[in-house]
């Protein structure tokens, strides 16, 4: 039986970021690319840097049964299957990407409203 390895700890410490970036987006997109640049953050962090990880490589996808996907680049890289496959890594990021979703799904369900919002804030300041 292969040893799990775990990173909640690691989780910890992106969840915060994760949570203020995405509640400041101001629109799907901006939603996807936090999930890209802080999941990517943590795959390198989590991975030591070992493997070539780029934001692009993990995507906050909402219409997927985990709601993120990874690239076909980093799939095909056997060290990082075996990461994945020996840790929570998949389950981490399935929580980034369930709060990512949230907001993604609040986002695109008024996209005029939030847009008037923004621009009345900016108006403001």
Known sequence: MARQSSYVK??????????SEVLHSENTTDVKNCFSQIAGKFLRKAFDSQIDILDKDVILDPS?????????????????????????IKQILERFANA??????????????????????????
Do not use: W
Not at 10 to 19: D, G, W
């Open 10 to 19: 690691l989780e910890k410490s992106f969840a915060r970021e994760l949570r």
């Open 100 to 125: 990512a979703e949230h907001r993604y799904r609040h986002l695109s369900k008024n996209p005029l409203k939030s847009d008037l919002k923004i621009r009345s804030a900016q108006m403001v300041a």
């Open 64 to 88: 997927a049964e985990s709601k993120f996907t990874f690239s076909d680049k980093i799939m095909s890289d056997g060290n990082f299957k075996t990461g994945v496959k020996e840790s929570d």
